[in-house]
């Protein structure tokens, strides 16, 4: 069993920054893709920013330039930088670890966008 630790999740004002952390207790870190995925009320949860094992990024259309995701293997950990936050940003973001068929999610933290 997996266990996450998430962080980083608020309320913030639209324009604002919020830094979001993963922490993963599991070995062998470094040889898992890892992602951030995120869900409104309403809405089927999807990808937002995904990390390769090698450190290649993929980004949702809709937070390109605004978004960074990061990961430190030596901490077990990843990270999306979240900037020029819209109120179609909020939702419930959870981080997620894969290798082949096996995947692992954290159990999410709460970003809201609001004046």
């Known amino acids: 069993q997996v266990l996450f630790v998430e962080s980083g999740g608020d309320l913030v004002q639209p324009g604002g920054s919020l830094r979001l952390s993963c922490a993963a207790s599991?070995?062998?870190?470094?040889?898992?893709?890892a992602g951030w995925y995120r869900q409104a009320p309403g809405k089927q949860r999807e990808l937002v920013a995904q990390?390769?094992?090698?450190?290649?990024?993929n980004y949702i259309d809709s937070v390109k330039d605004r978004f960074t995701i990061s990961r430190d293997n030596f901490k077990n950990t990843v990270s999306l930088q979240m900037n020029s936050l819209k109120p179609e940003d909020t939702a419930v973001y959870y981080c997620?670890?894969?290798?082949?068929?096996?995947?692992?999610w954290g159990q999410g933290t709460q970003v809201t966008v609001s004046s």
């Open positions: 599991i070995s062998a870190f470094n040889t898992y893709s």
């Open positions: 990390i390769s094992s090698g450190g290649s990024t």
């Open positions: 997620n670890i894969a290798r082949g068929s096996v995947i692992y």
